[in-house]
């Protein structure tokens, strides 16, 4: 389900690490991760879930790929809509 808010705060992620420099960032947000060492995990710094890391580049790819997607998905919800 495409969710807006979500997706603007994920651009906004995105922006801040690109401001920032930092490469590698949460697969879940797209947001800064931070290293426990305790767990030996990374933490998102967006929603504080234990996530795997991915290149700040990959993410974007991603995002692209998904918002893509979504833009399809709610065309064809729209069509459906007008129909009814
Ligand atoms: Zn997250």
């Known amino acids: 389900?495409?969710?807006?808010?979500?997706y603007k705060n994920n651009e906004i992620n995105k922006y801040l690490a690109q401001q920032e420099g930092?490469?590698?960032?949460?697969?879940?947000c797209g947001a800064e991760v931070e290293y426990n060492e305790d767990?030996?995990?990374?933490?998102?710094?967006?929603?504080?879930?234990?996530?795997?890391?991915?290149s700040l580049s990959d993410f974007q790819h991603d995002?692209?790929?998904n918002a893509m997607e979504d833009k399809a998905d709610i065309q064809r919800d729209?069509?459906?809509?007008?129909c009814d």
């Open 78 to 82: 729209n069509e459906r809509d007008f």
């Open 39 to 54: 767990n030996e995990s990374y933490i998102c710094s967006n929603c504080g879930s234990e996530c795997n890391i991915q």
């Open 63 to 65: 995002e692209y790929e």
């Open 1 to 6: 389900m495409f969710n807006e808010d979500e």
């Open 22 to 28: 930092y490469e590698e960032v949460s697969d879940c």
